[in-house]
């Protein structure tokens, strides 16, 4: 049994060396990323038995994937190998301050998007502690979204994840979707701008959380909010982080991914509340200094962090 099942779509990330633009790049930085095998990847790093399902072409692309993702300790078997398909790929252009980062996907006719229900074994989510799944996948498409529907009726217990791409749905898609499965969710996450453009939530913070909570009404839920901090609801109870490190960001880019990934191995290990709320914002921080969207941690980082800095290594 594994202690998480996730279920998504890694795509190839190619990055324009900072502070470059794509119109200038003669070379790009080649990582993978997707939200879902993010968080299996942190999950593994941490300890936890975690299995990423999912589909890859057959070729070296899909290999390297596959290989990097077992690397870190995530299980691939039910990954399904297609011939002829394609990774989808995203490309990262960093912006120097006024300007932001821009994201430009290109994702169509991928080998994930031509995965079927009946294509997936389904019998790790039926045995999985908790299976993790966000809103980038129902937003695919028909066939993902028939993906994302029935890995819902197949798991015990679900930890969801708004994650809304605008280029992929509307809000009011999003929030039909949302609506649909939130009843059964156990851990619930989404972004202080997520609750307002799609569940239409404003003012403060803890009145926002609440409104989320009555969609959810069976969910640990947390309300993300850059660098503000998080806030979490659980059972009457309020959490905000007490204890998160000083970061130098270095990439943003996977830090929800990263919380999420360092809530659940806390949550599971039996942590109370403020533990756990503790321990995903440090994860989150960890993540932030380091390049690319996998958080590159171990339990003994995240350890040294929560206790102020590092100790020395022998």
């Known amino acids: 049994m594994h202690d998480l099942v996730t279920l998504g779509e890694v795509l190839l990330r190619l990055s324009v060396p900072s502070p470059g633009r794509v119109e200038t790049a003669r070379t790009l930085?080649?990582?993978?990323?997707?939200?879902?095998?993010?968080?299996?990847a942190a999950c593994a790093r941490l300890g936890m038995k975690a299995a990423w399902i999912s589909a890859l072409?057959?070729?070296?692309?899909?290999?390297?994937?596959?290989?990097?993702?077992?690397?870190?300790?995530?299980?691939?078997?039910?990954?399904?190998m297609v011939d002829g398909a394609r990774l989808g790929v995203y490309f990262l252009e960093?912006?120097?301050?006024?300007?932001?980062i821009h994201v430009l996907y290109d994702r169509r006719d991928s080998a994930f998007a031509r995965l079927g229900p009946d294509e997936v074994d389904w019998a790790p989510m039926r045995q999985a502690r908790v299976v993790h799944l966000t809103g980038i996948t129902p937003a695919l498409g028909p066939a993902a979204r028939a993906l994302s529907e029935r890995a819902f009726r197949e798991a015990a217990a679900v930890s969801f994840d708004v994650n809304y791409r605008a280029a992929?749905?509307?809000p009011a898609e999003a929030r039909a979707f949302a609506e649909s499965v939130l009843p059964t969710v156990r851990f619930f996450f989404v972004g202080r701008e997520e609750a307002s453009s799609i569940f239409a939530l404003e003012g403060e913070p803890v009145?926002?959380?609440?409104?989320?909570?009555?969609?959810?009404?069976?969910?640990?839920?947390?309300?993300?909010?850059?660098?503000?901090?998080?806030?979490?609801?659980?059972?009457?109870?309020?959490?905000?982080?007490?204890?998160?490190?000083?970061?130098?960001?270095?990439?943003?880019?996977?830090?929800?991914d990263a919380y999420v990934a360092g809530f659940l191995w806390a949550a599971l290990r039996g942590c109370d509340l403020q533990e756990t709320v503790d321990t995903a914002s440090t994860v989150a921080a960890l993540k932030c200094s380091i390049w690319g969207d996998i958080a590159l941690i171990s339990p003994r980082d995240v350890q040294e962090a929560l206790a102020g800095g590092p100790s020395v290594r022998r």
């Open 57 to 80: 072409p057959a070729n070296p692309w899909g290999d390297r994937v596959r290989r990097e993702l077992a690397g870190h300790g995530v299980d691939c078997s039910y990954v399904r």
């Open 168 to 170: 992929l749905w509307t």
């Open 94 to 100: 960093y912006g120097a301050p006024p300007r932001p």
């Open 29 to 40: 930085d080649v990582q993978i990323g997707g939200a879902e095998a993010n968080v299996a």
């Open 207 to 256: 009145r926002v959380i609440e409104g989320l909570a009555r969609l959810a009404p069976k969910a640990t839920v947390t309300l993300l909010q850059g660098h503000e901090g998080s806030l979490t609801l659980d059972g009457g109870r309020l959490a905000r982080p007490g204890r998160t490190p000083p970061v130098q960001v270095v990439d943003p880019i996977g830090a929800g």
